[in-house]
């Protein structure tokens, strides 16, 4: 693999999805592959686990590349994994939401029981469920076993959930509505 063929990968995942392009020649084909799996990965659309089964077959070619082309358009505003750093550890993630779903079933359980208060408890639930969707996000990021581009679609829905300013500060949100808890002077 050479420049000139780093150079032709980047070319090719940053063109339109669906510009055809010419299969390269066998011989040609193995450093054409490795070369557009370096650019991918280095550019995070592509999880090296990957590497095994996308762009394998030289006849897959433009399929492949296609479908690298549509995550580079859909992942180049998506945060870069190094900002999973800023959120708190998966394990941590874990135990918040499942304080979430404990909170989530303890109000369904007193809807039942309080009938005047069915209003309040509705607007609770949908309270903590749409934190809920923010911490689920919290965790895609941070699971490891997940692709490189699942994780960076969870940090940019994340992003796009809490506002760049809390995301770039690190600010996260509750993971239940704090603000529904009365608190003793």
Known sequence: MSPSDLVLAAILLAAPVGTPEQMPAPERWPAVREAIHKTAVRWEIMDPREERYLLAAREDFETDLNLLRKRYVELNDAPKLMDCQRLPDRRTVNE??????????????????????????????????????YWDAIRDAQCDFYYVTVRRAALKKLREFIGEEAFLAGVMPPYVPEWRFAFAP
Do not use: C, G, H, S
């Open 96 to 133: 918040l939401i499942k304080f979430n779903r404990a909170f989530r079933k303890n109000l369904e359980e007193r809807e039942v029981w309080e009938l005047d208060r069915t209003d309040l408890f509705t607007q609770t639930m949908q309270e903590t469920d749409r934190l809920y969707q």
